[in-house]
């Protein structure tokens, strides 16, 4: 009986112990080491005059060839309007869009921190909000 209490208080110890370990490994010159790309969705409104642009408070990093999705919607609806990314080196990567409607995925060349801004192209103001996926 007592052997048999013994047994099982080393089985229940071993348990405890295995259950504290971690796992190492090493990362060879010929290994394939994938990064997990962390997907996030910003929703914004705002108000843009005519005839200039607004920017987002914060910017986001992109490796080279990844996409950000915009979608969204502004009143007046005939109103033309530049959707788009400020890269890095402040050029401006946009789609026109004059309908009220923007449904559009942008693929960035180069890696760097880009923000979301939006150029009203008209003379009146517009309202616009909806959503960016990065």
Known sequence: MKIKKFFSLVAVLLVCVS????TAMAVGDDAQVEAVAIRATGRFN????????VKANSSFPLEAGETVTIKASYTPFSASVDFGLLAPDGYFYYINVDDG??????????????TFA?????????????YVNY
């Not at 259950?19 to 971690?22: E, G, N, R």
């Not at 409607?101 to 880009?114: A, H, L, P, Q, W």
């Not at 939006?118 to 909806?130: K, R």
């Open 19 to 22: 259950s504290f370990s971690t």
């Open 118 to 130: 939006v150029l009203n192209n008209s003379s009146e103001t517009i309202s616009v909000s909806g």
């Open 101 to 114: 409607s923007f449904d559009e995925t942008i693929k960035v060349n180069e890696r760097g921190n880009y």
């Open 46 to 53: 705002m108000e843009v005059p005519g005839g200039t642009i």
